[in-house]
T-cell receptor, first 111, second 112 residues
């Protein structure tokens, strides 16, 4: 199946600083999804990107899909303590309904 | 909608015992996934079903693990016999029509 790699693995920021996590694939992705998992919680779907060069925003979160559809990024502006958690990207698998999850980026925010 | 339901939420058992985890997917979803999450290995896909049929079980660690989906509204993941290294959070997720998956709250398994 397709593999997606995420960097960095961990990110520690001061509250108010920006944060970005990157997702890369060696193959073209038909779509990419982003999930957030709060400490002690379960992954929750955030968004799906489908189009080349697509940019979507959710309040302070900005999601981008690369022109070649091989990479994606999630950027958080002015982080808050509520942003802590692990952010996963997921690409489509080779069989219907199956996604391939990256290893995630764990964000901690120091107040 | 109640979302994906998993039971039990917590399970503590002794090595060698049988453990059964249960999942009720979101009504209408036709794909169901079992994941295991640990600090060391991250989020691992164990098995997934489409229309109640196991499609890919390549992530199942070994023969001690088995999963069933007797109908569209119920699935089980069984570990027999359990070992301490099976301790993890086990998530069930379901989806329909797209790759978007909706996760249950998870079962935290501790094997002593």
């Amino acid at each position: 199946g397709q593999q997606v790699m995420q960097i960095p693995q961990y990110q520690h920021v001061q509250e108010g600083e920006d944060f970005t996590t990157y997702c890369n694939s060696s193959t073209t992705l038909s779509n990419i999804q982003w999930y957030k998992q709060r400490p002690g919680g379960h992954p929750v779907f955030l968004i799906q990107l489908v189009k080349s060069g697509e940019v979507k925003k959710q309040k302070r979160l900005t999601f981008q899909f690369g022109e070649a559809k091989k990479n994606s990024s999630l950027h958080i502006t002015a982080t808050q303590t509520t942003d802590v958690g692990t952010y996963f990207c997921a690409g489509p698998g080779t069989n219907a309904g199956k996604s391939t999850f990256g290893d995630g980026t764990t964000l901690t925010v120091k107040p | 909608d109640a979302g994906v339901i998993q039971s039990p939420r917590h399970e503590v058992t002794e090595m060698g015992q049988e453990v059964t985890l249960r999942c009720k997917p979101i009504s209408g979803h036709n794909s169901l996934f079992w994941y295991r999450q640990t600090m060391m290995r991250g989020l691992e896909l164990l098995i997934y079903f489409n229309n109640n049929v196991p499609i890919d079980d390549s992530g199942m660690p070994e023969d001690r693990f088995s999963a069933k989906m007797p109908n569209a509204s119920f699935s089980t993941l069984k570990i027999q016999p359990s070992e301490p290294r099976d301790s993890a959070v086990y998530f069930c997720a379901s989806s329909w029509g797209t790759d978007t998956q909706y996760f249950g709250p998870g079962t935290r398994l501790t094997v002593l």
